[in-house]
């Protein structure tokens, strides 16, 4: 595992999604050298599909959740 998947692995959604906006906002404004914009683009997509995956995996886990027949709220078990 390289340094960044490290570094990526460790963001909460919202660290990620942070650093995301800065990003774009850094490219927006145009304050980058070319090769700064290719690598700063390049760690934006990186985190982007960490994001995906974060919000992925927390879909999943509200999908758990489901209505009883008694009207309580309990998990449905989708690891079995």
Same mark, same amino acid.
């Given at each position: 595992m390289t340094k @960044? #998947? @490290?570094d990526l692995k460790n963001l909460?959604? #919202?660290q990620a999604?942070?650093?995301l906006e800065t990003i774009v906002e850094k490219l927006e404004r145009g304050d980058a050298p070319l090769e700064e914009s290719i =690598?700063?683009?390049q760690r934006g997509?990186?985190?982007k599909a960490h994001c995906e995956t974060k919000? !992925? =995996?927390a879909q999943l !886990?509200? #999908?758990k959740i489901v209505l009883g027949k008694?009207?309580?709220v309990g998990t449905k078990d989708f690891d079995s």
């Open positions: @960044t #998947e @490290t909460s959604f #919202e999604l942070e650093e =690598n700063i683009y997509a990186q985190l919000l !992925k =995996n !886990k509200v #999908e008694d009207g309580s």
